[in-house]
């Protein structure tokens, strides 16, 4: 439903009057100076012809709204238009002048008086139901440009929105793929290992449906469920996975995209155990500061032949959703030194409310 440009908000109302009441002292003091009457008359008139015109006036916003440019062609809009005003403007040149003749049908000099004006009073309303005409096509037009920016804009998220359910529907098949080749190898060789990673996992499987309901999670959300993956990596390699985090109490009620750590951790994981025989030492440490998260993870290798494909799927996809939510290109940075790997991102922290921004 359109709302009334004039009627349906307060602010525009009062701008409505007072520029029609401009127009009714303009037409006191023409009519006060340029005739014999009384001011007591010069008020009576402005009042009743510049009165009818201004209702009218409100009417012809529906006139506009319904001889659409976007919609009828322009001589249809034109047809409508000439024809539309021409019987507003009878409406307010009967009524007008009918009930200014009942008022002062006893003086023939008013009679007289509106005869010889009638001409110049029809012409100023004439004009006026243009400017009227004119400003409710603006606010049509105006009101069509709005409402194509608000489509144009949900458009633009939805796509953001496919695009991230795209990036993060890769996360869970990489890593389902990566850990049941985990507890495939401890099948034979130890089952009962393999069955305590299978209880970590379906326990890991299941804080990760949760979280990827949630674009935003705290980062205590987040790491509870890396401790969950790296457990299901210690119980396959033991003693050769060693693991540090650094993360003080007041970082941990920050946020940043649910699922953005695990690539980071699967990758390091991937090329620093999967890819040599030696231990992996994971270092994670988190700072915050100046609405910024800092997040670093530092990891060795062995095989320097593994770290360009190390650079792969799995932080390009990181590195794409934070372009995706935060607009920005340099908020995940690689540095790759000799057998030593480091992955450093930012994760700002000035969008409103994040955690209340849950997909449906």
């Known amino acids: 439903m359109v709302i009334h440009p004039v009627l349906g908000y307060k602010a525009n109302w009062i701008y409505y009057i007072s520029a029609w009441s401009v127009i009714l002292s303009l037409h006191v003091i023409l009519v006060y100076n340029y005739s014999p009457f009384s001011l007591e008359y010069a008020f009576t008139d402005a009042g009743v012809q510049v009165g009818i015109l201004a209702l009218?006036?409100?009417?012809?916003w529906y006139?506009?709204?319904?001889?659409?440019?976007?919609?009828?062609?322009?001589?249809?809009?034109?047809?409508?238009?000439?024809?539309?005003?021409?019987?507003?403007?009878?409406?307010?040149?009967?009524?007008?002048?009918?009930?200014?003749?009942?008022?002062?049908?006893?003086?023939?000099?008013?009679?007289?008086?509106?005869?010889?004006?009638?001409?110049?009073?029809?012409g100023m309303a004439l004009v006026l139901f243009s400017i009227v005409v004119l400003?409710?096509?603006t606010i049509n037009y105006y009101n069509?440009?709005?409402?194509?920016?608000?489509?144009?804009?949900?458009?633009?998220?939805?796509?953001?929105?496919?695009?991230?359910a795209y990036l993060r529907a890769q996360i869970?098949?990489?890593?389902?793929?990566?850990?049941?080749n985990s507890v495939s190898?401890?099948?034979?060789?130890?089952?009962?290992?393999?069955?305590?990673?299978?209880?970590?996992?379906?326990?890991?499987?299941?804080?990760?449906?949760?979280?990827?309901?949630?674009?935003?999670?705290?980062?205590k959300e987040e790491l509870e469920n890396i401790k969950r993956y790296l457990q299901i990596e210690e119980i396959r390699y033991g003693e050769r996975v060693s693991k540090q985090l650094n993360v003080p109490p007041e970082c941990k009620k920050m946020v940043l995209p649910s699922l953005i750590l695990q690539p980071l951790f699967e990758n390091a994981v991937k090329f620093g155990l999967h890819e040599s025989t030696g231990e992996l030492k994971i270092f994670l440490d988190?700072?915050?500061?100046?609405?910024?998260?800092?997040?670093?993870?530092?990891?060795?290798?062995?095989?320097?032949?593994?770290?360009?494909?190390?650079?792969?799927?799995?932080?390009?996809?990181?590195?794409?959703?934070?372009?995706?939510?935060?607009?920005?290109h340099d908020l995940l940075m690689i540095d790759d030194?000799?057998?030593?790997?480091?992955?450093?991102?930012?994760?700002?922290?000035?969008?409103?409310?994040?955690?209340n921004r849950l997909e449906s």
Request: contains cysteine; aromatic residues 12%; hydrophobic residues 40%.
């Open 56 to 60: 009218i006036g409100l009417g012809t």
């Open 63 to 122: 006139l506009v709204r319904y001889t659409d440019l976007e919609i009828l062609k322009k001589s249809q809009v034109l047809i409508n238009l000439v024809f539309g005003g021409m019987t507003l403007l009878l409406i307010w040149f009967v009524l007008s002048f009918g009930v200014l003749y009942l008022l002062n049908k006893n003086d023939p000099s008013v009679i007289e008086y509106l005869k010889e004006t009638s001409y110049l009073r029809t």
């Open 135 to 137: 400003v409710y096509y």
């Open 144 to 164: 069509h440009f709005h409402e194509k920016l608000k489509i144009e804009e949900q458009l633009k998220e939805n796509a953001r929105e496919l695009e991230l």
């Open 172 to 180: 869970n098949p990489h890593f389902l793929f990566n850990a049941l």
């Open 185 to 219: 190898s401890l099948v034979v060789v130890n089952p009962d290992k393999a069955q305590e990673a299978i209880v970590e996992l379906s326990e890991y499987l299941r804080q990760n449906m949760f979280l990827s309901r949630n674009r935003f999670v705290t980062v």
């Open 286 to 328: 988190i700072k915050c500061q100046d609405d910024f998260l800092y997040i670093r993870l530092q990891n060795n290798y062995e095989d320097t032949s593994q770290t360009a494909t190390g650079t792969g799927r799995g932080l390009e996809n990181v590195r794409q959703r934070l372009r995706i939510i935060y607009g920005r």
């Open 337 to 355: 030194k000799e057998r030593e790997f480091i992955v450093t991102m930012k994760v700002p922290q000035y969008i409103s409310d994040p955690l």
